[in-house]
């Protein structure tokens, strides 16, 4: 993610990471979550890492889509025999295969296709 995050930062997009945005021993759970409630609520849009199966991820892309916003996947390595359940793939307008891939998108609007297998 720090390489992805590096190329928005680059391309000047502000970013909320919900990674960072709070301290569990801190504010607990519900601050936690509120935290992160609220950043995709202000977001423009969101990309989210796809490679893994972390449920707050695919919580926050539910959320997002369900909120009207821009989502896109991200997924470092992408390649035609790589699995993404079909309840994401279908909630992202693209999934990126890489900083070069975001970079290229951000610069002039096309990104590299690759086509997965949705389950």
Not at 74 to 85: M, S
Not at 92 to 113: C, I, K, N, Q, Y
Request: charge should be negative.
């Amino acid at each position: 993610m720090e390489r992805l995050e590096a190329v928005l930062e680059g391309h000047g997009k502000r970013l909320f990471k919900p990674r960072f945005a709070s301290d569990i021993a801190e504010v607990g759970p519900e601050g936690c979550f509120a935290d992160d409630v609220q950043g995709i609520r202000d977001a423009d849009a969101v990309i989210a890492n796809l490679r893994g199966e972390d449920t707050g991820t695919m919580f926050e892309v539910g959320f997002a889509y369900a909120l009207g916003k821009p989502v896109y996947g991200y997924y470092e390595g992408l390649r035609g025999t790589d699995r993404i359940n079909l309840m994401i793939s279908q909630s992202v307008s693209m999934v990126f295969a890489g900083p070069a891939d975001l970079a290229r998108w951000l610069e002039t609007g096309r990104h590299e296709e690759v086509d997965y297998i949705q389950f």
